[in-house]
């Protein structure tokens, strides 16, 4: 017949065996709680956040290059006096870059905020089209009312006064959005992304 202290010990030696089991789960529970609050959890995360890295320079880089063809390309057509010349040519552009952009937004695994800047720059790009073309199409209709040189130098100089203003409020439209991703990265990664092309300072 089980006694009385027999009963209690068991019963000691149970509620022990379950403390310990206990304590066995709560400590590491607690424990990696206590580090990821003061911030020690730094293997994973650490290679993380260098891949992220890595992968945001990359494709900020080839997305602030592929500006800078376009750039270079459209200051290249202002020797030609072909108007249709041109028009073909700034159409193929804005759709070669766009088309380049949307292929460096395939890169995987940069900031969430370079494939944004570089959706914002592609939509700037396609209402820049129509912006060009209209001034295009101006061009060629005063043209052929055959103006004397000095009604054309003055047409010209408004139409691109207007054009300009145009183009100036597309590229200010996004302005503030597209400084705050920048400044936002540069932060968070500690670095200092690239304006333009060959242009890199890394902050350690």
């Known amino acids: 017949m089980e006694t009385k202290e027999n009963k209690s010990a068991k019963q000691s030696s149970g509620n022990s065996m379950i403390r310990n089991i206990a304590v066995g789960v709560i ?27 890595e992968a945001t320079e990359k494709v900020w880089t080839s997305y602030i290059q592929n500006k800078e063809i376009f750039s270079t390309v459209m200051k290249k057509l ?3 006096e ?38 914002i720059t592609i939509q700037q790009m396609k209402d820049m089209k ?32 207007d054009l300009q203003k145009k183009m100036g409020q597309l590229s200010q439209r996004d302005s503030m959005r597209l400084a705050t991703y920048y400044d936002g990265m540069n ?7 690239p304006r333009t092309a060959g242009i890199r300072k890394d902050e350690e």
């Open 187 to 193: 932060k968070d990664y500690r670095i200092t992304l």
């Open 78 to 80: 202002g020797g030609s």
């Open 130 to 161: 129509p912006l060009m073309n209209k001034f295009l199409d101006d061009m060629t209709a005063f043209v052929a009312t055959n103006p004397t040189e000095e009604q054309g130098m003055a047409y010209i100089q408004q139409l691109s006064i």
């Open 27 to 53: 400590t590491p529970v607690l424990a990696a709680a206590i580090i990821y609050f003061l911030g020690f959890n730094k293997g994973d995360d650490k290679a993380e956040f260098r891949k992220k890295k």
């Open 82 to 119: 072909d108007i249709e010349a041109v028009r073909s040519s700034i159409n193929h552009e804005i759709e070669t870059t766009i088309s380049n952009l949307d292929n460096v937004k395939k890169e995987p695994n940069a900031d969430q905020r370079v494939y944004s800047s570089i959706d």
